[in-house]
């Protein structure tokens, strides 16, 4: 076994070979992390996906260093990656950058150090004066990062130290790299049992003491933070070292001294570096009705199939979630809940910490690096039996797995859009499932159409909850139709009288509102009332949107920020105004209008920070806010007890959308913001400011009738040759120079045709934003019937015209990319 192929963090779709050195023989395992060069000028970590003796064609490198004693990789995790990349079209090494925490990764800021085994002496390779400089900073544990090294040495001076390493006996010079992944320590310090034991001594220690304030005041600061020194057990876990070193008048001299004198004694425990959930006993019996759907999920289970629960918003699909979780644990194994939204983690963890305690972990972006790497690990070692996060929970190395739950399944923000791969969290969990033997639920009040066919043709099994709980009502709906608003002059800016004044009694009764809108930001965008002028994106093809909070002009899409004009820069008028209103305009004019409420805010502005989110949620859970004004983020599965009533402006933007889901989506958006209301004792409003009532999802609304909602997509879907009929890939076509861009689609879409039939391939067009970053952007969509089809095979196919498009040399630099099952 003497060749490795490697998954390297890198956007090539192919593993690459690598030699295994002599010393590595036998110890290398599938899942290993290894240290390889790639290419002239780099270093990179690698993921070893499998072992053999088969000779490749081409000049092998060998691989320098492995990084781990055990895989941190599982095999089902490789063949899960390897899915991924061939389902959604990607680069393994997309998923791989996608699928583990980046502090698992070499990157530029991974500090080196170099083995204490290093020796200049015995070494085969001469160092120049400058190397051997630098050398000897790294052997005096000076911290430098790869970065500084790289620049200081240059990348052959890093090769040759890790080659001279290699030749001696494979040792590591990657420490840090590895310290990431290994448990954190903490410095304690503690009474030694002499004085703990015998108070007298302790007594004898004080006068001893006397001559020495400044060690004194270290054992009386000590005995401040355990303060029943008699309590051992407080004396046994004693005090962080760091933490009596901060205080007042101490000095890390008189500490040490006293270690000396063996009046302390330093230890260390191994400390957690993300949050320990501590477990409180907390019973509760399922309602009669959530019996009946917990035994048809179970009997779909034992027919080993994913099992569809469609409940009604309140209906308590998390007290099953729940319920599941916790016979699952009985059973000593792992269960995975995943969430389309960070936001809803928050409370969701809440709920399942006091069931759960320590065997619950926590899993999403808003975590850094070490943290990451830690749940990891802890999911890996089997140290958490209950996993909840966000999408890239999917990815995490479970080796137990014998429930999945996914939450509000229907839910857009499951599915991965930049960077690739363009994966869907909810539909590849399926197929995790199947990896692992494991039994799935899907859980929504709104299941997509493709999830509810898949229930119809017999896929899925399916349970339902029809009812709120505990008798629960829908919330009352009230359209408040804003044309007649202002003909009648009953508005204030965009806020009809009624809907205010509904903000106002609730205030006056002590209970709580969510109030919707679409669009962040203060004002979407600015606007020359002289020539309708709007200042656009430089990069990109969108307006730029207006913040107030920093006076500026920024692009949703790219970043770009600037000041705001104080005249047009086409006509040179100082009229411009602000057009259109986001929900810190909102939040704003609400202030105004209604000075004595508690008001704030949730979307991705607010809740840049960790812990953000969590605040607001905590706070407005615990009645400290009146009014939550929010984008999408307050429509999914919160569950707040208080909250009587929600209203959403501009209902229209919602319904006018140039997409085949355009009625699916605002369906589900507006059930699940009604679903917030009422969903306790009080009796929930929802209240729609729109200009047009008529619309036909809101009829569907009205009644609540979410079938008719399905029959009447699934006849359009028919019509129309759309999903779940047929699958849908996207071919994104990119480049610089927008004519390149045409004329490539435009080769690629012939391509497609002769190669796919001309039902199949559907071109080209220009997207609704044909330019984000300075690339241009045209789109083929091709369309595959459901049944019958080699879907694998004719992937290959397709992705096998872009070596027709690359060999002529206009298109060089074109970029392809692909999206399957776009949404
Ligand atoms: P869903 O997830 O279907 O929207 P939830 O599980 O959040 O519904 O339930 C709605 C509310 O009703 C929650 O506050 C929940 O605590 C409460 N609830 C549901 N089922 C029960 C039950 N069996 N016992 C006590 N409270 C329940
Ligand atoms: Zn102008
Ligand atoms: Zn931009």
């Known amino acids: 076994m003497r060749f490795a192929d490697l998954i390297l963090p890198v956007p090539i779709p192919r593993t690459f070979t ?47 260093d492995i990084l781990d004693e055990k895989p941190i990789i599982t095999p089902l995790q490789l063949k899960f990656f390897f899915w991924v990349a061939d389902y959604y079209m990607s680069n393994i090494g997309d998923v791989l950058n996608a ?42 544990k000076e911290d430098l990062s790869y970065n500084e090294i790289q620049k200081l040495l240059g990348i052959k001076a890093i090769h040759k130290i890790i080659k001279s390493l290699i030749n001696k006996e494979a040792v590591q010079i990657f420490e ?59 004396n046994n876990e004693g005090v962080p070292r760091k933490e009596i070193l901060n205080l007042k008048d101490i000095s890390t001299s ?67 979630y729940i319920n599941l979780i916790q016979e699952a644990i009985q059973n000593e194994s792992q269960t995975l809940l995943i969430l389309p939204e960070i936001a809803l983690t928050a409370q969701i963890v809440n709920r399942l910490k006091d069931i759960f305690g320590e065997k619950l972990g926590v899993y999403h972006s808003k975590y850094n690096d070490h943290e990451r790497v830690e749940i990891w690990r802890k999911v890996l070692e089997e140290e958490y039996s209950v996993i909840i996060g966000v999408r890239s929970a999917i990815f995490l190395p479970f080796t137990n797995l014998n429930l999945i739950i996914v939450d509000e399944c229907h839910d857009s923000s499951y599915k991965q859009f930049d960077p690739p791969p363009r994966y869907n969290g909810a539909d590849s969990a399926i197929v995790l499932a199947k990896l692992h033997h494991s039994k799935i639920l899907l859980g929504s009040a709104t299941p997509s159409v493709e999830q509810y066919y898949n229930v119809q043709i017999g896929n899925y099994g399916l349970a339902t909850l029809q009812e709120r709980y505990s008798d629960g009502k829908l919330p009352e709906m009230t359209f408040i139709n804003m044309k007649d608003c202002r003909n009648k002059k009953k508005v204030t800016g965009e806020y009809s009288n009624e809907l205010i004044g509904a903000l106002k009694l609730n205030l006056q009764n002590n209970q709580q509102s969510l109030l919707f809108q679409n669009k962040r930001g203060y004002s979407p965008y600015l606007a020359c009332d002289e020539c309708n002028y709007i200042p656009m994106c430089n990069s990109c093809d969108v307006n730029l949107v207006y913040y107030k909070h920093s006076n500026s002009l920024k692009c949703n899409y790219c970043g770009y920020m600037e000041n705001i004009p104080h005249t047009c820069p086409n006509c040179g008028s100082n009229r411009i105004k602000l057009v259109g209103y986001g929900t810190e305009k909102i939040e704003e004019d609400l202030k105004l209008m209604l000075p004595e409420a508690r008001i704030e805010r949730l979307d991705q502005d607010s809740t840049k920070n960790k812990y953000n989110h969590e605040k607001i949620i905590q706070s407005f859970e615990n009645g400290n806010i009146d009014i939550l ?195």
Do not use: W
Request: a positive charge.
């Open 176 to 234: 840090s790299l590895k310290d990431k992944y290994k448990p954190k320590f903490e410095k304690r310090i503690r009474l030694t049992s002499h004085y703990m034991d015998v108070e007298t001594n302790l007594e004898e220690l004080f006068d001893q003491l006397e001559k020495t304030p400044k060690q004194l005041q270290v054992v009386l600061s000590y005995l401040q933070k355990v303060p029943i020194f008699k309590d051992s057990d407080l």
């Open 629 to 823: 004004i929010g984008t999408q983020m307050i429509s999914k599965g919160l569950d707040f007890d208080n909250v009587s009533l929600v209203g959403v402006l501009d209902a229209d933007r919602i319904l006018y959308n140039p997409d085949f889901r355009a009625n699916e989506r605002a369906f589900q958006l507006f059930t699940q913001l009604r679903g917030r209301a009422g969903r306790k004792s009080v009796h929930g409003q929802f209240y729609i400011q729109c200009f047009n009532e008529n619309h036909h999802v809101f009829d569907l609304l009205k009644s609540d009738d979410y079938m008719s909602m399905y029959y009447n997509e699934l006849k359009e879907r028919q019509k129309f040759d759309y999903p779940p009929f047929y699958r849908l890939v996207k071919v994104m076509v990119k480049d610089r120079d927008k004519n390149i861009s045409r004329s490539a689609s435009i080769f690629l879409y012939n391509e497609l045709r002769n190669l796919l039939g001309s039902k199949r391939a559907i071109g080209y067009f220009e997207p609704l934003i044909s330019r984000v970053r300075n690339m241009y952007i045209h789109e083929i969509t091709i369309k595959l019937e459901r049944n019958g089809l080699n879907m694998s095979s004719i992937k290959n196919k397709i992705k096998s015209t872009e070596g027709n498009l690359y060999k002529q040399r206009e298109f060089s630099r074109v970029r392809i990319s692909y999206d399957v099952d776009p949404i």
């Open 254 to 320: 008189s500490l040490n001294t006293l270690i000396k004198k063996k009046v302390f004694e330093q230890f260390e425990v191994q400390v957690d570096r993300v949050r320990k959930y501590i477990k409180k006993t907390k019973d509760f019996q399922l309602s009669p009705a959530q019996e009946i759907a917990k035994e048809q999920i179970l009997n779909v289970f034992s027919q080993n199939k994913t099992c569809l629960l469609h409940g009604v918003t309140g209906s308590g699909k998390t007290e099953i």
């Open 18 to 64: 690598y030699e295994i050195p002599f010393e590595l023989e036998g110890r290398l395992m599938p899942g290993h992390r290894v240290i390889v060069e790639f290419g002239k000028s780099k270093i990179l970590t690698a993921i070893v996906s499998d072992i053999h003796n088969s000779i490749p064609k081409y000049e092998t490198k060998t691989i320098l």
């Open 99 to 140: 699928a583990i925490p980046s502090g698992l990764k070499l990157s530029s800021e991974s500090k080196i150090q170099l083995h204490q085994n290093f020796d200049f002496e015995s070494n085969t390779f001469t160092f120049t004066e400058r190397e051997t400089l630098i050398l000897n900073q790294l052997k005096t």
